[in-house]
Structure formats: C-alpha cells, structure tokens
C-alpha cells in the first residue's frame, strides 16, 4: 500500500509509489475541501471552485490509474478532513482553497524529489504549476500579500 | 469519516504530514542532510552542466526585471515583489550549484515602456519553460527544486497580465 510508506517495487520506483500515494491523498483532500469552499464562496464566484475541484479530480484519476498500472493500491479518500479554520466567509474559503493548493504543491515538489520516472517528473511539474496558478488566484481572493511564492511546495 | 472537522492544531491530517515533508525536503534542497546519498541525488556530468545552464536562465531573468523596470519606472514599483522572488530563486539555484559563474547573457531590453510589461511577460514564462525542461531531466532536490521555481515562475504570470 502507497499510504504506508512501503510501496511496491523495489528501490527508486517504491520510492516513487510512496510520494504519489502522499499525493494522491492530497488530491483527496483538495477535493473534499473545495466543497466546503464552494459552499462558502456566492454562487457568482463558485466557478474557479467548481473548475479547481474538477482540475483535481483529473489528476487524481491520472495518479490512480497510474498506481494501478504498478499493481500499486490507491490511497483512499477519508470519510472528512479536520478543517484547519472555520469558514464562514467568502474570504474564508478562499483561505482554505490556498491552504489545499499549498498542501498538493508540496506534495508534488516530494514527488519531484522521489521521482524516478521522467514521464512522473512531467506529471508532477503540471499538478504542481497548475495548483500554483490557482493558488495565487485565491491568495489574491484572500487579501492575501505576497500573491505569489518564489518556491511554491519547497 | 476517519476524523471530525474542527479548529485546531491538528489541521488537515494529511496536510500535516505533508508539511513535515516539505520542511524535511527543503533541508535536501539546501544540502542539509545526513542521510548517504541515493541514486537520485548523484550528479552526472550532463546534470550538473545543465543545472549550470539554469543559473545563467535566472540571472538573465533578473537582468530582465532590471531592464523592463528601467523602460518602465512605474512597472517597476508594481513587480518589485516578483523581481525579488526571481533573486530569491536565484540564489537558491546558486546554492544548489556551486562554482557555477555569471551568466553574460543579457535579456535585451523592451522597445518602449508601453512594450514593457509584455516584454517581462514574455521572458518570465521563457525562464519558466526552460527550467521546466531542465526539471524532467534532473533527479531528487535539483528537479524538486528546479519544479518549484518553474512554478512559481508559472504563477507570476497573471500578476503580469
């Protein structure tokens, strides 16, 4: 099982596995947790939620099947996720939807780090960017300052 | 439902986790470890020319910001926490390649103040492209790092537009 730090494999692609297990399970919870943004934001301003939920749960099916391809089992999603902060504000969820792209960022910046595989490299570098991107949009939402991260996940 | 949402130290479950790799990962990034080095942070001469190379992208990135601040005194003021982030990726790709020497590329400079901010636009998603490429084909802290100042480069984008 990815989750537990064992993976499948031997070496530099159990290694590999292992990150993207910690990565799934942050795709997880970024999904999770853009239901509660959406639920937060008006319903004028719950496209960039909605489009940022759907941008995860793309990269989540790419990982899953990714790890099946290995005979790797997924990380599971958790029945919930201890909120880091009420939200009960528009501002509030756009706080949460930083917190869930600073979290996948860093996960994908370890699987940079533990990647064997270029085409892993490739996938990693696109989640880690896009998430990035989206977060700077929400810092911004957020009042926020800097926008932007020299290093984002590192 | 594995835990109930409340406020908290405990925060996201996985994100703690996730953060203590981080911190443990930029330790790597900065040569700070104790652990015998694996496979992924062997160097060959090709990674090692390449890192080289991205030094020299990021200093003509800074040279950049320099010029189209210049052309432009108002856009400098407006991107002067970007321009810094790009010194500060600098330095940390410096760190992460020592003896590496100065670049003697220069960016050029903008046409006029009002070519400006399209210029720096221009050159920032060139120095983000770039060090994505040189990402894929490095291994453990250098692509790490290397990913992450191409992202950060990614998200200096809509500031810029």
Redesign the interface.
């Known amino acids: 099982m990815a989750d537990d730090g064992a993976g499948e494999g031997s ?2 692609l159990a290694a590999e596995n292992t990150a993207l297990g ?1 990565a799934l ?2 795709e ?2 970024a999904i999770w ?1 853009y239901g509660v943004v959406g639920a937060a934001l008006e319903p004028a301003s719950r496209g960039g939620a909605g489009a940022a939920e759907a941008a995860h749960r793309d990269v989540r099916d790419r990982v899953v099947a990714l790890l099946a391809g290995r005979s790797v089992e997924p990380t599971p999603a ?9 939200v009960l504000s528009g501002v509030d969820a756009a706080a949460l939807a930083v ?1 869930l792209e600073d ?1 996948v ?6 699987v ?5 595989e ?1 085409a892993t ?2 996938l ?2 696109e989640a ?2 896009a ?3 989206r ?3 929400w810092r911004s939402a957020a009042g926020q ?10 | 439902m594995s835990s109930i949402p409340s406020p908290g130290p405990r925060g996201f479950s996985r994100r703690t986790l996730l953060a203590a790799s981080a911190a443990g990962l930029a330790l790597v990034a900065a040569g700070c470890t104790s652990a015998p080095p694996d496979d992924r942070e062997l160097v060959t001469g090709a990674q090692a020319d390449q890192l080289f190379d991205q030094v020299g992208v990021q200093e003509t990135l800074v040279a950049a910001y320099t010029a189209a601040g210049a052309a432009d005194p108002a856009l400098a003021g407006e991107v002067a926490e970007l321009a810094a982030q790009a010194g500060e990726q600098l330095e940390r790709l410096r760190a992460a390649a020592p003896g590496a020497s100065p670049s003697s590329v220069s960016p050029g400079a903008p046409a006029s103040a009002e070519e400006a901010r399209p210029w720096l636009r221009a050159q920032v998603a060139a120095a983000a492209t770039s060090h994505a490429a040189a990402c894929v084909t490095q291994s453990g802290a250098r692509a790490a790092l290397l990913g992450s100042i191409a992202a950060g480069l990614r998200g200096q984008d809509g500031p810029l537009a």
Do not use: C, I, K, N
Request: glycine residues 14%; aromatic residues 6%; charged residues 15%.
């Open positions: 070496g530099e910690l399970g942050a997880h919870a947790g958790e029945g919930g996720y201890a909120l880091p902060f009420p917190v979290g960022a860093a996960a994908w910046v370890r940079l780090d533990q990647a064997a270029p490299r490739e990693a570098l880690l960017s998430a990035e991107v977060a700077v949009s300052t800097p926008v932007t991260r020299a290093l984002p996940g590192l």
